[in-house]
């Protein structure tokens, strides 16, 4: 199975110069916990509700002024639409990451997928146990 027969194909994207106000505002609206962040049709960064609190909120920075790409995780862990599912899980695992931006072949974002997404899908049983310790492991030592 790969990973574009389970992932979510409507992603929601922000720009690295937006405010992290509007960053946390379109999570809401959404109900999502994680926006890809793009810059000129390339993935820069990933922010997430915890980096807006932990690494801005917290701090004292301040959500209407602080931008996305002052507290966005840079790294970002990718995996392609074609690639099998399983592959998916073992990059999840050996970074402790929830989700994973999908890209197309010409490095275009095509959906995300998630640590849920994972868990619902044709994963091979001793897998999808393995991916979920080590990103509760990383959880847990926080």
């Known amino acids: 199975m790969q990973t574009k027969e389970i992932m979510k194909e409507e ?9 992290l106000l509007e960053a946390a505002k ?9 926006l890809p962040v793009v810059d000129d049709g390339k993935v820069v960064g990933m922010i997430t509700d915890r980096d807006i609190l932990v690494r801005a909120v917290a701090e004292g920075g301040n959500p209407n002024e602080t931008k996305t790409a002052d507290v966005m995780t840079k790294e970002v862990v990718t995996a392609y639409d074609d690639q099998d599912v ?11 990451i929830r ?7 010409n490095n275009e974002i095509s959906g995300m997928l998630s640590l849920g997404d994972l868990a619902t899908a044709a994963l091979d049983r001793s897998e999808k146990g393995e991916v979920l310790e080590k990103v509760s492991e990383a959880e847990h030592k926080e």
């Open 99 to 105: 989700r994973l931006v999908i890209l197309n072949r």
């Open 11 to 19: 992603v929601r994207l922000i720009h690295p110069e937006r405010t």
């Open 86 to 96: 399983n592959e998916a899980g073992k990059l999840m695992k050996e970074n402790q």
């Open 26 to 34: 379109k999570m809401q609206q959404f109900d999502i916990g994680a």
